[in-house]
């Protein structure tokens, strides 16, 4: 390990420029005009991967590609396959970055640029890792695949096709995800639960256009009113889902873990204050952090209808929509929910008013086993590098490809972060910290030369 | 008469011509940049008035201009006094006119122009029947004054102010209007009912900004979910509004006027098709009429929280705001029912979410007395005009300035209208019929013609 973290000090102000130039690439997914840049970020992540020795692939999909390499195999040595993505969130609203989203800046140790922690620089610590190891220890008794998507901000539908159509070139033992957070600052976790999440966009129509509410008001079912009274059946006032059966196959959380929980050094009382509210809410028996990480839930994510301007307007509008999502635990069905979800709302609408209801994506909850030897190596390699054993933790958050990668690959999962809370992902001023780009590096290395380590035990 | 529709046949080519010059000019009263065109649509119209021998002032207020003329006084004679307002709806959406809104363009016997209708051409139509009448009829024994506002479409309080300190200027014992509708083609209306209104919009905040709902959703109260159920508590299913003492004061409908509603020719059916709606909706017990005209309701106007754009977005919104504006009947207490939607919206209010309520504007309901003189003289000239008599009916909409000018002066109203459910008011492609821009030029002469009449009866 000498050697290997004695390279990456070495290299460190390299792998700095480069990550930044990377960084400069606005390889925005969502937005058509952005398609030559996040191609260019495919290029940029290529050669770098060329650059450490490997033939990388730049996969054409039917939008954004994919980048595949992979180290020699080794027969009847574990495969683990890097995931990360090279896309990245539009900057807007531009007017709220201190300094320009695709010009990476330095202050107070972080670097601000979007993309910096989501996902370009987390990636950045597992390709650079991989180069230190690789120049340390040759043959490699493992092997390592890298499989990075563009189109992670945007519905991840290429990875998703291209993973169940070659899922015996991807196959692996772990898949290893740095697309997350840290616990706190200096405090690493490994994250083994996710959320699920289906996503839904209820669309009602009353008359053909809109009306003037004085000369229509009363006789005419109000669309925007059916919506809150429709919306109002979906959860209660103790914040219950009511769609029948969605609680069915909710595992109840073990004792051992509610314990778990409520060890971590956790403040509820800031946590509410940073956001700025002043008492929780959720379901009753839970804490915040149970309500968040380990309990289904409803939210309405968005609301239209009518006038939105300034002022006053007497209409009657035609249509009202919402937009809303149920994250889900593991063990719910997302395709039984949404079955429920489409019967239940039919049944509740009222027959003056027509409804529609788009089911836009979905994916079920992670709960990854504890027990696996990968999860033993990490928290070695995480407590050697940052000094303290990594907390367990669950996310409130989903990523449904990983759901998806780790059913259809059979693998185990490990997410590791190097995130921060305060990284502001998806939003104005993103930021990573160095300090948390350089372990994140020497952590990646420890962990790959653990399992080198224990391979090659294992041929002696 | 035969020498002032003489007169009025001969001019009518002049009149059309100088109507299209007023439509001509974009006097948007809600968009500052519109302000000189308001200015100028008032200097056309003083110019016009000042052409048939008046000496108008042109009023200057904090915000746009009104115009004020009249005719000689005529001591112990009645006095009616003519509003109407010069200013127009913005033409948005532009795209989506046959031909530009500010250059009026015939078809099918209409002029197309934003503002035809509403109310340029309406109010034009008294002012041609009086050039008419003071060049057939000197000294005129009755007074007529004029009083029209450029702000109209932005909420009247210029004019609002300007009545309650020059009410004993403005002092009349009629108030005519030309700002509504016929009943049907050829079947004119006087209308002796108008609903009140009051217009709020309620915002809700629940945390300081948007959160991600995956890493909070679950314990913190979406405010967008307390909008649904707190609405959800403002009216019933069966539309009855839930707000304390609502119906105290509304009168119940007498049977002689639901006979007379009942009466009239009208076809729910097809009122219902042309709409796109199956089935009507609304208070049980009630004709559609009945409650679209006489009895009071709750509508949304505008709902607006978190994401609106494509796709999904998984933020629990720091914010959710709705508009929704009652519809009152006369006798109701507008603030009394403005503190009582205050006081139960604050009840209903959960702990974790602050509320705003914003009270945008209101105004009273307004039922004329059908046994005054004004109303049978303008009953025999719209016969006479159109060949038939006239229906009395009420409308659902709102003319706030009008119940207080009623209020505040003392005076009678007279609510004749020539425009036709089709004209597109406050939309794209607004028209107004030449045929009834003529024909309320003409009703208007006679009903003045007969005041005087009967004046100069009494004198002798």
Known sequence: MESVNQYLDENAQRFESEFFDFLKIPSVS????????VQKAAEWLANRLTQIGLQPEIV???????V??????????PIVLIYGHFDVQPPDPLDLWISPPFEPTVRDGSVYARGATDDKGQLLTHVYAAEAILKAIHPLPFQIKFLFEGEEEDGSDSISEYVKVFKEKLACDCLIVSDCEMFAPG?????????????????LT???RDLHSGVFGGAVYNPAVALCQMLNKVIDENGRVQIPGFYKDVVLIPDRERKQFADLPFDEKEFFEKIGVAKGFGEKGFTSIEQRWARPTFDINGLTSGYQGEGSKTVLPSKASAK???????KQNPEEIAKNVEQYLQS?????????????????GLLVSLDSEF?????????????????????????????EMSEVLDADVLLIGWGLDDDNLHAPNEKFSLACFHRGIKASARLMEEIARRQKGKKV
Do not use: W
């Open 30 to 37: 969502t937005v058509p005009s952005h398609a030559d840049d």
């Open 60 to 66: 054409k999909t039917k939008r954004h590609p994919l």
């Open 68 to 77: 595949y390499a992979e180290t020699p195999a080794v027969p009847n040595a």
């Open 187 to 203: 405090q690493p976790a490994i994250i083994y639960g996710l959320r699920g999440i289906m996503a839904f966009e209820l669309t």
């Open 206 to 208: 009353g008359a053909c």
């Open 324 to 330: 809303f999502t149920f994250r889900l635990v593991p």
């Open 348 to 364: 509740v609408c009222p027959p003056e008013i027509k409804m529609e209801l788009e089911f836009q994506h979905g994916a079920g």
């Open 375 to 403: 999860v033993e190596i990490a928290t070695a390699a995480l407590e050697e590098t940052f000094g303290c054993p990594p907390f367990f933790t669950r996310e409130g958050g989903s990523i449904p490809i990983i759901t």
